[in-house]
């Protein structure tokens, strides 16, 4: 069962502190526990470990994201500018990604997260299945993919997305 599949990512993890990767373990059990039939498709990247979950096993069907950084962890949503906020809860103003720092897990809005994750669940489903509908292939379900490992390794104390 995927959720249990955590050997690869508690490697990724070592470089963090404890206190880091009990909020990467619980929120990444938090969206498992809500869609098991997703994919969780893991980047071991230069400055944090990013780990999400798509409706396919492509990258462009991710709809929730977590990523470990030095003091606090990401929960953001991969296409982000595409979901409500009417909280004003997300940080990030690019073209797509939206986040939230999650410091400490007893502050984590789970009821707003939730109703958050239905929409961009959603907004993925719509995207994947166009995808099978044009190519015929099947999308994988429930799978732990480990998509990249940086070469380079990690710094948690030296990060570039401090923002």
């Known amino acids: 069962m995927p959720k249990e599949t955590v050997k690869d990512l508690k490697q990724f993890l070592k470089p963090y502190t404890k206190q880091v990767n009990k909020k990467s373990h619980w929120l990444r059990g938090f969206v ?55 909280e004003k809860k997300f940080s990030g103003n690019g073209t ?15 009821t707003f ?22 190519t015929g292939k099947q999308v994988l379900k429930g799978a732990t993919i480990v998509k990249s490992i940086s070469a380079k390794k990690k710094r948690p104390g030296n990060q570039a997305a401090k923002s």
């Open 32 to 86: 498992w526990d809500i869609y098991p039939n997703c994919n969780e498709l893991i980047y071991d990247n230069y400055n944090a470990v990013a780990f999400g979950w798509s409706t396919s096993d492509k990258v462009g069907d991710t709809f929730c994201t977590i990523a470990a950084y030095k003091d606090f962890a990401h929960f953001g949503f991969y296409w982000g500018n595409q979901i409500a906020d009417p």
């Open 96 to 110: 797509q990604y939206r986040y939230i720092k999650v410091f400490d897990i007893k502050d984590f809005p789970k």
């Open 113 to 134: 997260m939730k109703k958050l994750l239905k929409e961009a669940y959603a907004n993925s489903m719509a995207k994947s299945d166009s995808y099978r509908i044009k």
